[in-house]
């Protein structure tokens, strides 16, 4: 009995152990390209200076032409961010593979 309890009090302290040791997801960002709904389009790994080329360009015509990193992220409070806006955000679970992405977001704040 005493070797099943000292058992379970090792699994239990190597559990944590591990969950303390687990590294924290990274926080992405980008340009908002688009606002809907829920939901806001966001162009990943470009400059200020690209989004400032891509700007005026409508998001169906970027989708079509391809090549850049987008995704589609699902927030509830998707309203508090405008086209421009410099984001931060954490997702919340796995990104559906698709062009564009799509993903909920955990967390999404200005930059």
Known sequence: MKAIKLF???MM??????????KAEEPREGFVLEVKD????VAQNITMERYNELKDVSSEALIDQG????????YEKAADFKKGDQVQFW??????????????????EHK
């Open 38 to 41: 829920e939901s806001i389009l």
């Open 91 to 108: 997702l919340d679970g796995d990104v559906r593979e698709s062009y564009p992405a799509q993903a909920d977001a955990r967390k999404i």
């Open 8 to 10: 379970f009090a090792v």
């Open 67 to 74: 090549g850049l990193d987008l995704i589609w992220l699902t």
């Open 13 to 22: 302290m190597l559990a944590i152990y591990l969950a303390g040791c687990a």
